[in-house]
């Protein structure tokens, strides 16, 4: 099925830490993190912060009342990740499944993560009571999902770091969606997951919320090596990072343009903006970074880009 033959990523919410509404960020937007990725016969969704509101919406227009599937991945727990879940609209809708995948954090399970954001005191509806269907999967260290077909529900299998590229090798020819992980630990306290998108040859990263200041984790550059597109985090300018943000578990511009060069990726989009820079500043840092990777995009709310051209 032609319609099928598909791998675009659409970015709904590109801004790190809190939303920044307002005529200074209009060109890339003010929403936190959400990016959508239409693969396959499948709906995927890679975090919950403020872009996934407007997402929800436009994915019950796109469903017109139809059965609706969705895989929401989390990285992490911080609010920017996940302030928009509660407004996700399929979770009120009974045609809607969603499938919620993320990493146990501090001793807890995805599910247990993120139902508190749905219960009083902190929420007037429990989620207990919505109508959707969910399945919560709390993924550990290399989790890799695949589907067998829209219909069918996520498998998920413990992959071992080191047998990962043969994995990679023997499902290359295979028509089917795979989501890979890595769990990385430079973003305080508990890391965040990195995702790999795999699809018809193709492979798209998302590999926000971590900081190399120390160097890059060689498991993770073998992990993004030879990607079609690196979503990364670039919350920093070298000065602002040197002067008060060491630590702060977020990259430099120049840390997300060594990682590209070193891993051979196709093109690295600038993700996880920091919230007080203006539109101006991050056209300023996309120049910059430009001049060491040019295939390099500050990524912005609305941005479409689809891997197998045309
Ligand atoms: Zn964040
Ligand atoms: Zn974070």
Known sequence: MADLQQFLVRFWGVRGSYPTP???TLRH???TSCIEVLVGDQTLVFDAGSGIIRLGEALMQRANGQSLRVALFITHAHGDHLVGFPFFAPLFAPQASVEIFGPRLAG????QIVTPLMSPPYFPVEIQRLPSRRDFYTLTEGSSITWLNK????QVEATDRGVLHHALKKTDKAQQVHVRT???RSHPLDGALVYRIEYAGHCLVYATDVEWGQGCDPAFLSFIEGADILIHDAQY????????????GHSTVAMAVDVAQQAHVGELLLFHHEPTYDDDQLDRMESE??????RTRSAWEGLEINLLGG
């Open 22 to 24: 307002g005529p200074r």
């Open 29 to 31: 937007g003010g929403n």
């Open 182 to 184: 890595l769990f990385t």
């Open 289 to 294: 970074a430009r001049q060491r990777f040019p």
């Open 108 to 111: 807890q399970t995805i599910e």
């Open 151 to 154: 219909e069918g529900r996520a």
């Open 237 to 248: 300018t070298t000065p602002d990072y040197q002067q008060s943000k060491h630590g702060y």
